[in-house]
């Protein structure tokens, strides 16, 4: 199966709104999917993006806007008659039947005869094919997520919607998943939309993701412009973990200069989204170099710094999780890849972090420097830092 044999076209969402009485779970999104993309719909619970996945479906019906499938109003039509199928998490495989027949299952249905060719050349896709007479319950997670894939793909849709397909299995198999749900995509060329709550999972496998917050996308790009220069606050707490200051902004031409407690960061002008005066200055973590105050002559002048003490330490293997509480009782997160054995600072040690200013960003200085981490984390950071100060 392949985009040549079979034309995908684009998915356009149009002004979508969907109201639970006063509360706006989607508002007013205008969104256009790519053909043949893997697109992520990334987002906390609630910010609306199954509800959206749950209007592409036919199984919500907007309170306004309009879906369309190339030039096909596909708002109204009912579920079964759209070219869009759906993998939701819990697979939904017919448990008497073997691998086979639940692939062909949509087929028959259809009343077609001839379905050992298309069966096993789509069992073969996902490498099934020489368990095609075994039953689900012989299958692990893994396998029977495919086959939940190979099933949606047999009748060929346009848009194939992903609903937390992964979120059943464990994290060794999750990762190797989605090494394969990418391939299959890329293999037949369907247009995949993919709904997640999980990061790495949206980075991992989308060539787009749309980051959303309060039924409304907060910012749309390829993964990496996202990761590495979000435009909000929410986005920079959201996806992955960032160092953000709040700060005031002294100058600002191709190089913006900003004060922040007897410190100064410099940024990029065209890295800084502030409006005004106020910006909260971001750092990702694995940027910092972390450095014994013994080495602070090391510090290139051209760097931004800060100086502070190590509360805690958490070697992981690949890298090593440094936090550090600077003077004004801020605590910096730092990754630091384990490149020398035995080589790492130690609790109470004090240290300078410092970042080159290209990858440094700015954001408005007027949100919440606080959007888009959860409560409960919000809770650990203030109970640690309670902790840390006595």
Same mark, same amino acid.
């Given at each position: 199966?392949?985009?040549?044999?079979?034309?995908?076209?684009? @998915?356009?969402? %149009?002004?979508?709104?969907?109201?639970?009485? &006063?509360?706006?779970?989607?508002? *007013? !999104?205008? =969104?256009?999917?790519?053909?043949?993309?893997?697109?992520?719909?990334?987002?906390?619970?609630?910010?609306?993006?199954?509800?959206?996945?749950?209007?592409?479906?036919?199984?919500?019906?907007?309170?306004?806007?309009?879906?369309?499938?190339?030039?096909?109003?596909?708002?109204?039509?009912?579920?079964?008659?759209?070219?869009?199928?759906?993998?939701?998490?819990?697979?939904?495989?017919?448990?008497?039947?073997?691998?086979?027949?639940?692939?062909?299952?949509?087929?028959?249905?259809?009343?077609?005869?001839?379905?050992?060719?298309?069966?096993?050349?789509?069992?073969?896709?996902?490498?099934?094919?020489?368990?095609?007479?075994?039953?689900?319950?012989?299958?692990?997670?893994?396998?029977?997520?495919?086959?939940?894939?190979?099933?949606? @793909?047999?009748? %060929?849709?346009?848009?194939?919607?992903?609903? &937390?397909?992964?979120?059943?299995? *464990? !994290?060794? =198999?999750?990762?190797?998943?989605?090494?394969?749900?990418?391939?299959?995509?890329?293999?037949?060329?369907?247009?995949?939309?993919?709904?997640?709550?999980?990061?790495?999972?949206?980075?991992?496998?989308?060539?787009?993701?749309?980051?959303?917050?309060?039924?409304?996308?907060?910012?749309?790009?390829?993964?990496?412009?996202?990761?590495?220069?979000?435009?909000?606050?929410?986005?920079?707490?959201?996806?992955?973990?960032?160092?953000?200051?709040?700060?005031?902004?002294?100058?600002?031409?191709?190089?913006?200069?900003?004060?922040?407690?007897?410190?100064?960061?410099?940024?990029?002008?065209?890295?800084?989204?502030?409006?005004?005066?106020?910006?909260?200055?971001?750092?990702?973590?694995?940027?910092?170099?972390?450095?014994?105050?013994?080495?602070?002559?090391?510090?290139?002048?051209?760097?931004?710094?800060?100086?502070?003490?190590?509360? *805690?330490?958490?070697?992981?293997?690949?890298?090593?999780?440094?936090?550090?509480?600077?003077?004004?009782?801020?605590?910096?997160?730092?990754?630091?890849?384990?490149?020398?054995?035995?080589?790492?600072?130690?609790?109470?040690?004090?240290?300078?972090?410092?970042?080159?200013?290209?990858?440094?960003?700015?954001?408005?200085?007027?949100?919440?420097?606080?959007?888009?981490?959860?409560?409960?984390?919000?809770?650990?950071?203030?109970?640690?830092?309670?902790?840390?100060?006595?």
């Amino acid at each position: 199966m392949s985009t040549a044999e079979h034309r995908v076209d684009d @998915l356009h969402l %149009r002004h979508l709104t969907k109201r639970f009485g &006063e509360t706006a779970a989607v508002d *007013d !999104l205008t =969104l256009t999917i790519a053909a043949g993309s893997f697109f992520a719909l990334l987002g906390a619970s609630g910010c609306g993006k199954t509800t959206t996945l749950r209007m592409i479906a036919g199984l919500e019906d907007p309170t306004s806007g309009s879906i369309h499938i190339g030039d096909l109003d596909v708002t109204n039509v009912p579920p079964h008659k759209r070219p869009v199928n759906t993998v939701f998490q819990s697979y939904a495989l017919f448990p008497h039947l073997d691998i086979f027949e639940n692939v062909a299952f949509g087929m028959r249905r259809r009343g077609l005869k001839d379905v050992n060719g298309p069966v096993m050349s789509m069992l073969e896709l996902v490498e099934l094919a020489p368990l095609a007479r075994r039953k689900p319950a012989q299958l692990s997670g893994g396998q029977q997520q495919r086959v939940a894939v190979a099933r949606a @793909l047999i009748n %060929r849709p346009d848009v194939l919607l992903l609903d &937390e397909p992964l979120g059943a299995l *464990d !994290l060794k =198999l999750r990762r190797q998943m989605q090494i394969e749900l990418k391939r299959i995509q890329t293999e037949v060329g369907t247009t995949f939309v993919h709904v997640t709550h999980d990061q790495e999972e949206a980075m991992t496998m989308a060539d787009t993701v749309a980051v959303m917050n309060s039924g409304r996308i907060e910012q749309l790009g390829h993964p990496a412009d996202i990761y590495e220069l979000p435009r909000t606050a929410f986005v920079a707490n959201f996806l992955g973990q960032a160092n953000l200051v709040e700060a005031e902004i002294v100058s600002a031409s191709a190089e913006v200069v900003a004060q922040a407690h007897g410190n100064t960061f410099t940024l990029p002008g065209d890295r800084n989204f502030a409006k005004h005066k106020q910006v909260i200055v971001g750092v990702r973590p694995e940027k910092l170099t972390v450095l014994d105050h013994f080495n602070a002559h090391l510090v290139p002048d051209s760097n931004n710094r800060v100086t502070g003490r190590v509360t *805690d330490v958490s070697y992981a293997g690949v890298s090593t999780q440094y936090v550090v509480r600077t003077p004004w009782e801020q605590d910096f997160i730092a990754f630091e890849q384990n490149m020398v054995v035995g080589d790492r600072c130690e609790v109470g040690d004090e240290v300078v972090l410092h970042w080159s200013p290209s990858h440094t960003f700015g954001l408005d200085g007027t949100q919440d420097v606080n959007a888009g981490i959860s409560a409960e984390a919000l809770e650990e950071t203030r109970a640690a830092s309670s902790l840390g100060g006595e």
